[in-house]
């Protein structure tokens, strides 16, 4: 049986940690840590099988455990990620946000092949990117217009410089136009997605982004187009906010169980 260690006590979290605990993902989940030593002991008691609180990030890879699952920050990925790999656990990362630093994108990358260890990456609340990655040598362009409710935006650093106020926002409003490295960089915990993209695809100073604001919205839309030798990709994908956290899609947390569901089972595999 697969042991799993969870860095993160979230909605994400939380949800991985159900899905664990109820047999629907093959695996024991073995230990749990949050910053918020009250969020992990709510996980905790929600449990029929309680995994052990550790008392810092760093000590859920050095117990035996297969793979450490990360549900917290991009912070988290850069603060325990090369430790995780060097104790020879595999790592996923729903912070994917946090690879586009190249210099972490590096040390990770190279931390894999020197302990022979995997970094999994969800598709996450987009779809397609089987698709973009089997053409990523003739892409020309790529680009994701993402479309979320105001409220879902709430707290960006983008708007720490920034004189748009989300509050008077009264129809659909194109907040934000650039680059995905600048993207993820302004709304680390709201567009993932463009990482992710940009990952599979020309890179993050290639793949072009535009968050709309709209306060009728009442999913998350995100809409992307590939063009290169090899024609034309276009998908569009509507995603309800989670109820917990409408930051959080609901298709990027069951895109995180399937991953995890892949990689515990022994059976026929679909999609790279």
């Known amino acids: 049986m697969t042991r799993i260690g969870l860095l993160g006590c979230g909605v994400i979290g939380t949800q991985i940690a159900i899905a664990i605990d109820s047999g629907k993902i093959p695996a024991t ?31 859920l890879s050095s117990h035996p455990v297969n793979i450490i699952v990360e549900a917290a920050s991009q912070d988290a ?5 090369l430790s995780v790999l060097q104790n020879k656990r595999d790592f996923m990362i729903m912070s994917v946000g946090a690879l586009l630093d190249e210099s972490i994108y590096e040390i990770l990358s190279d931390a894999c ?21 089997s053409v990523k040598d003739e892409l020309e362009s790529v680009s994701i217009t993402t479309t979320k409710h105001p409220r879902s935006l709430m707290g960006a650093k983008f708007f720490e410089h920034s004189e748009i106020s989300l509050n008077s926002i009264n129809s659909p409003t194109v907040i934000f136009e650039g680059s995905a490295k600048e993207a993820v ?9 463009a990482a992710l993209l940009s990952l599979s695809g ?12 709209d306060p009728d919205a009442d ?20 995603n309800f906010p989670d109820p917990e956290n409408s930051k ?22 679909i999609g790279t």
Not at 29 to 50: G, P, W
Not at 116 to 125: E, N, R, V
Not at 202 to 213: E, F, L, Q, R
């Open 202 to 213: 020309i890179g993050s100073d290639k793949t072009g982004v535009k968050i709309v604001a």
């Open 77 to 81: 990925v850069r603060d325990v990620g």
């Open 29 to 59: 989940l073995t230990h749990v840590y949050d910053d918020s030593k009250e969020a992990s002991t709510i996980l905790v008691e929600k449990l029929k099988n309680k995994p052990e609180i550790v008392e810092n990030p760093h000590l």
């Open 248 to 269: 959080t899609s609901r298709l990027a947390i069951l895109s995180a169980i399937e991953t995890l569901k892949k990689y515990c089972s022994d059976d026929i595999q």
């Open 113 to 133: 092949k020197d302990f022979k260890k995997t970094i999994l990456l969800p598709s996450g609340a987009i779809a397609g990117l089987d698709g973009i990655k």
């Open 185 to 193: 960089s302004l709304f680390p915990a709201n567009i993932n997605v």
């Open 219 to 238: 999913k998350n839309t995100h809409h992307i187009e590939a063009f290169g030798k090899f024609g034309k990709m276009a998908f569009t994908i509507e």
